[in-house]
């Protein structure tokens, strides 16, 4: 009896990350115009009726789950920081808690971004997950601050630290970084250089 929730949801993993292989592989061979919801769910051998278990439509499926996840993970970030850190410092703990070099979790955020350079259509979406992390992060410190998550501080602050991770995204993705440099790395060396003050290297 205790086994069987672990099952259900086991099983409930592997036919999401079933689904989301088949439609990133479907979007990067056929386009993402091309590939409907039927398409996705033949390539996953499951039901139509399947799918929308799971994804509201295939523009979910992109990059849905993907920035819920990770906005669930950095509000848990949040919460577990001492009330008495400096914001700047919760913001670091909390994006290095993140975790970014699981190597499903690289392959899937590497597909993506290959996806979007051959099809800037997608962008929108790209950037709707971050723009729902800014939020994540502005709320955080609009109340440590003691003020309104639309005041200049909070919103500097989600701002910045949001493009440092994109910053980091993109020199990975282009194979900048030095030498067995990973993603976390890049992520951690993006924030301290712009908490530095963008000094000169």
Known sequence: MTTEPGRRERRKRETRVALENAALRLFAERGYEQTTVEDIAEAAD????????????????????????????????????????????????????????????????????????????????????FAELTDVVAEYAARHGGQDVDDLYPQLVAVAAM???????????????AAGQTLDDLCRESFETLISGLAPR
């Open 46 to 129: 499951v039901a139509v009726r399947t799918f929308f278990r799971y994804f509201s439509s295939k523009q979910h499926v992109l990059f849905g789950d993907v920035g819920h996840d990770i906005a669930v993970r950095l509000r848990a970030g949040f919460e577990a920081r001492p009330a008495d850190e400096p914001a700047i410092e919760a913001v670091r703990h909390a994006l290095e808690a993140l975790r970014l070099n699981d190597e499903e979790q690289q392959r899937q955020i590497g597909a993506r971004l290959d996806l979007m350079a051959r099809q800037p259509a997608l962008l929108g979406s790209y950037y709707a997950v």
């Open 163 to 177: 493009g440092s991770v994109q910053a980091a995204l993109s020199v990975w993705h282009a194979g900048r970084g």
